[in-house]
């Protein structure tokens, strides 16, 4: 079982930077960083592999930065240059490499979660 606490959520105006971060009790083969948007899916943000190997959405590609700390055992979002359509509830995950072998952590299978740190960007 994996405990995964967020934090670091806030309002911010557009063009500003947040840092989300993830207290976790263990790291697996693949973490990321989720979010969901009102009346939207949850879509993969940002993923990390037990490498370092990282891997990002093309919308927050050049702005957002993950990484882990294994002093501190969190996972970070760096996020500059934030937009309004950043705006949604950012979770944490926990989980395993994807079945198809070639693709990277973004699209690992995560069966853990965090409860949520929410990211409100106004113009």
């Known amino acids: 079982q994996v405990q995964l606490v967020e934090s670091g959520g806030d309002s911010v105006q557009a063009g500003g930077s947040l840092r989300l971060s993830c207290a976790a009790s263990?790291?697996?083969?693949?973490m990321a960083w989720f979010r969901q948007a009102p009346g939207k899916e949850r879509d993969g943000v940002a993923a990390?592999?037990?490498?370092?190997?990282?891997s990002y959405a093309d919308s927050v590609k050049g702005r957002f930065t993950i990484s882990k700390d294994n002093a501190k055992n969190t996972l970070d979002l760096q996020m500059n240059s934030l937009k309004p359509e950043d705006t949604a509830m950012y979770y944490c995950?926990?989980?395993?490499?994807?079945?198809?072998?070639?693709?990277?952590?973004?699209?690992?299978?995560?069966?853990?979660w965090g409860q949520g740190t929410q990211v409100t960007v106004s113009s």
């Open positions: 990390i592999d037990s490498g370092g190997i990282t």
């Open positions: 263990a790291y697996t083969m693949c």
């Open positions: 995950a926990a989980g395993s490499r994807p079945l198809n072998y070639g693709a990277t952590c973004l699209w690992g299978r995560y069966n853990y």
